[in-house]
């Protein structure tokens, strides 16, 4: 993968799908540092999982941080079925977000506008501020409470064989410690 030093490394950009309990539901590695590319093979990875696993409830919404927005993406969630809340760009740490908009949206408006004007809806607020609830905790989890840092393994097919083996200890350990909690709840 070419890195920032100018160079190129032997590397892997790790994604992963989770629900709304932190479970991953699907998990990859590639070696494109680009994540726009990652938005279909998840997606469908997603949804060959949910259905092997007997869940017949469909795949609703898609919330994504600015790396995966691209117009082909919102188009392509669309086309499934998926309601998208896919950043459009990044905010500086204190930047102020513009106010919710009213009224109707305009028609004259591009695709990645529409996106940046559904996103500062009190809805788009809601559905995006969950991502910082539901995936950025998975990879907490995972680098710092397990220590997972970087891959033992070299070559791409390991290295997905590795990160599906550390999303599948995740779910164990999710699923365990809820099981531990109703218990002492009961």
């Known amino acids: 993968m070419k890195v920032s030093n100018k160079g190129w490394d032997q590397c892997g950009n790790a994604q992963v799908a989770v629900n709304e309990y932190q479970i991953i539901v699907a998990a990859d590695v590639t070696n494109e540092a680009n994540d726009k590319q990652q938005v279909k093979p998840m997606v469908e990875q997603v949804q060959q999982n949910v259905a092997a696993a007997g869940v017949t409830e469909e795949v609703k919404e898609a919330v994504a941080d600015s790396g995966f927005y691209s117009e082909a993406n919102v188009e392509y969630l669309e086309g499934e079925g998926i309601d998208p809340f896919l950043a459009t760009e990044r905010l500086k740490h204190h930047e102020q977000i513009p106010p919710a908009p009213r ?84």
Not at 106 to 129: D, F, I, N, S, V
Not at 156 to 185: F, Y
């Open 103 to 186: 009224g109707r949206c305009p028609q004259h408006l591009t695709a990645k506008q529409r996106m940046a004007r559904k996103l500062r809806t009190k809805r788009g607020r809601e559905r995006y501020a969950r991502r910082k609830a539901m995936v950025e905790p998975v990879f907490g989890q995972v680098k710092h409470g397990r220590g997972f840092r970087q891959f033992l393994l070299r070559g791409l097919k390991k290295m997905r064989g590795e990160w599906r083996l550390v999303g599948l200890t995740h779910n164990l350990l999710k699923l365990w410690r809820h099981q531990q909690n109703k218990g002492q709840k009961g």
